[in-house]
Structures are given as C-alpha cells and as structure tokens.
C-alpha cells in the first residue's frame, strides 16, 4: 500500500496550506468524487440511466451551493469554476432508461 505524502500548496493570497495527495481524506476531493460515486452505485442499485445522471447533477449542484456559501473555508475561484465545468460536462448518452 502506498503511503500518503504532505504537499504544501500555496493559495492566492499567499497563504501556505497542508495537503494530502490521498484524495479519499481530502475535503475538497470529496465534493468532486461524491457525485461521481453517486451515479455508479445508483446504477448499481438498479436504478436507470436517467436517475442515475440527475442524482449525480443534483449532488454536484449541493456541493456548488456549499463552495459560494461564506460557511465554506475550501472555496476558491478555481474550485468553482471547476466544479461547474463538471455540472455542464455531465450528458446522458443513449436510453435515459436503461439499468444494468
């Protein structure tokens, strides 16, 4: 098993912060890796195409909602950029009612 090493990235306004290269432990991973989880394993539970996408679009949108809220200390420009590019990345492909 590979062990996790620290990064120290600095942000913007040129404060240094602490990162983790394992992006199951990091908090600004998991707004991106949610959504994605969340379409694989509504497929898996039987679940159309269809559900399976707006379930995954409507994870992403909380978690946008969250990074523009002043609550969160993990927002940036970046961030949310790129988290909006996902949102409009995400299309369905084919029958919106197929299930595994």
Same mark, same amino acid.
Not at 90 to 95: E, T
């Given at each position: 098993m590979?062990t996790s090493k620290t990064?120290?990235v *600095?942000r =913007?306004? @040129?404060?240094?912060? #602490? +990162?983790?290269n394992?992006?199951?432990?990091? =908090?600004l991973a998991?707004?991106y890796l949610e959504p %994605?989880?969340?379409?694989? *394993?509504?497929?898996? +539970?039987? @679940?159309?195409?269809? #559900?399976a @996408?707006?379930?995954? /679009?409507?994870e992403?949108?909380k978690?946008?909602?969250?990074?523009l809220? %002043? #609550?969160n =200390?993990? *927002?940036?420009s *970046?961030g949310i950029?790129?988290l909006?590019s996902n949102?409009?990345g995400?299309? /369905?492909?084919?029958?919106p009612n197929?299930?595994i």
């Open positions: 590979a990064v120290l *600095t =913007p306004n @040129h404060d240094i912060i #602490e +990162k983790e394992n992006p199951l432990s990091d =908090p998991k707004l %994605s989880n969340i379409v694989a *394993t509504t497929l898996l +539970k039987g @679940h159309s195409a269809s #559900e @996408h707006l379930r995954g /679009l409507g992403m949108k978690n946008l909602r969250k990074m809220s %002043s #609550e =200390p993990l *927002t940036d *970046t950029v790129l909006w949102i409009r995400q299309i /369905l492909l084919g029958d197929a299930i």
